[in-house]
């Protein structure tokens, strides 16, 4: 049982590149989603999804694009990568159960843009 | 904007209980009190989270005050592996299972040896 997997741990891109960011869980939960943190900032979300198929936009979705085709996955799309988005970029994961929602969280993906 | 107030550092001597307070004046009936840490550069990991009553699990007690409008989270034995950033976050029980918590800029606890 490895939690929550996000590759690559660390990537560099230049300005207008794309790259997708992979997420995997192997805990069989519904829901994924992913955050962005910026230095000295709480985490935002960018985008989650509540099952296989379906997505919704978080707070903060311009330039980056998901899809959920299975349940263990949840990729992240950068579009056109921006300076902008230099960030540390955390997937996660959690199932509804009675009144307990854990969220697991991966260990991060550490993206500069130049 | 966070529905959170938390400060914004906290010192704790190692081996003494560490308080962390959190204002939430305006939850609503029908959300939660989650509180989560983030250890430099890993990912936040769930610590605990509370309806009205107060909770209590094998990593910390939560203490909510009888109107809600805040709580104290409390690790009763602080040692330097503590130290952290603590997330304080209000959500319903469906945010929360679709993970769509608003993180505020939590409080760092420093604990000193």
């Known amino acids: 049982n490895a939690g929550v997997t996000q590759t690559p741990k660390f990537q560099v891109l230049k300005t207008g590149q794309s790259m997708t960011l992979q997420c995997a869980q192997d805990m069989n939960h519904e829901y994924m989603s992913w955050y962005r943190q910026d230095p000295g900032m709480g985490l935002r979300l960018i985008h989650y999804s509540v099952g296989a198929g379906i997505t919704d936009q978080g707070e903060v979705p311009n330039g980056y694009n998901v899809s959920r085709s299975t349940t263990e996955d949840f990729p992240l799309r950068l579009l056109s990568a921006a300076p902008s988005q230099t960030s540390v970029y955390f997937c996660?994961?959690?199932?509804?159960?009675?009144?307990?929602?854990?969220?697991?969280f991966g260990e991060g993906s550490w993206l500069t843009v130049v | 904007d966070a529905k959170t107030t938390q400060p914004t550092s906290m010192d704790c001597a190692e081996g003494r209980a560490a308080n962390l307070p959190c204002n939430h004046s305006?939850?609503?009936?029908?959300?939660?009190v989650y509180w989560y840490r983030q250890i430099h550069s890993q990912g936040p990991q769930y610590i605990i989270h509370g309806l009205k009553n107060n909770e209590t699990n094998e990593m910390a007690s939560l203490i909510i005050t009888e109107d809600r409008k805040s709580s104290t989270l409390i690790l009763p034995h602080a040692t330097l592996r503590d130290t952290a950033v603590y997330y304080c976050?209000?959500?319903?029980?469906?945010?929360?299972?679709?993970?769509?918590?608003?993180f505020g800029t939590g409080t760092l606890l420093a604990v000193q040896p």
């Open positions: 996660a994961s959690s199932y509804l159960s009675g009144g307990r929602n854990t969220i697991y």
């Open positions: 976050i209000v959500s319903d029980r469906y945010g929360g299972a679709t993970n769509k918590l608003i």
């Open positions: 305006t939850i609503s009936g029908n959300e939660y």
